[in-house]
């Protein structure tokens, strides 16, 4: 299967501020990569597919960009909103598998 | 409104079975490949099982494949995960998850519902 790895595991930023999120595949899985929001005791929320596509709906200060092994999720102007869990999912095979999780914290 | 709603979670005895369910609403149902995803208390999405539009194709992760089976009935606009011989390592939130339209059985998940949580303790 295979392995997607997320860097940081967590993070704190405060409102306004630029963070950006990784995620590196074992193997190329092309643009087969989506980008999601959870935030406690709630569903995960698509944000952007296909590597950098935006999903309907979500506000365009997320955006997503990679194809291979190495993608990135950035957020800018963060929002009191936005402090959530974010996972990657590699979609390019099953089994299709998430990365860990990053938790991104008010500082 | 488009919408998923599972059903069916509660507490079992570890070797024990449940059936949990998924409701499909506000689109038509059997065009779209349906996923399972859970999540352990604490932990990260873990993907378990994929349903294509007619039920042709069934993909399993290997930590349920054997014990899980996946099946849909169009006509009622559901989805039904049976869970056999269930162990304490399965306790978790189930989701189900539609696929987005791809033409393919790949692609990101962009519906989901809220979740049913299934413990398996004694």
């Known amino acids: 299967a295979i392995q997607l790895t997320q860097s940081p595991s967590s993070l704190s930023a405060s409102v306004g501020d630029t963070v950006t999120i990784t995620c590196r595949a074992s193997q190329g899985i092309s643009s087969a990569l989506a980008w999601y929001q959870q935030k406690p005791g709630k569903a995960p929320k698509l944000l952007i597919y296909d590597g950098s596509s935006l999903e309907s709906g979500v506000p365009s200060r997320f955006s997503g960009s990679g194809s291979g092994t190495d993608f990135t999720l950035t957020i800018s102007s963060l929002q009191p909103e936005d402090f959530a869990t974010y996972y990657c999912q590699q979609f390019y095979n099953y089994p299709n598998t998430f990365g860990q999780g990053t938790k991104l914290e008010i500082k | 409104e488009v919408q998923l709603v599972e059903s069916g979670g509660g507490l079992v005895q570890p070797g024990g079975s449940l059936r949990v369910s998924c409701a499909a609403s506000g689109f038509s149902f059997s065009n779209y490949g349906i996923n399972w995803v859970r999540q352990a208390p604490g932990e990260g999405l873990e993907w378990l099982s994929y349903i294509s539009t007619s039920g042709e194709y069934i993909y399993y992760a290997d930590s349920v494949r054997g014990r899980f089976t996946l099946s849909r009935d169009n006509a009622k606009n559901s989805l039904f995960l049976q869970m056999n011989s269930l162990r304490a390592e399965d306790t978790a939130v189930y989701y189900c998850?539609?696929?987005?339209?791809?033409?393919?059985?790949?692609?990101?998940?962009?519906?989901w519902g809220q979740g049913t949580m299934v413990t398996v303790s004694s």
């Open positions: 998850a539609r696929k987005v339209l791809t033409g393919t059985a790949l692609g990101a998940f962009d519906i």
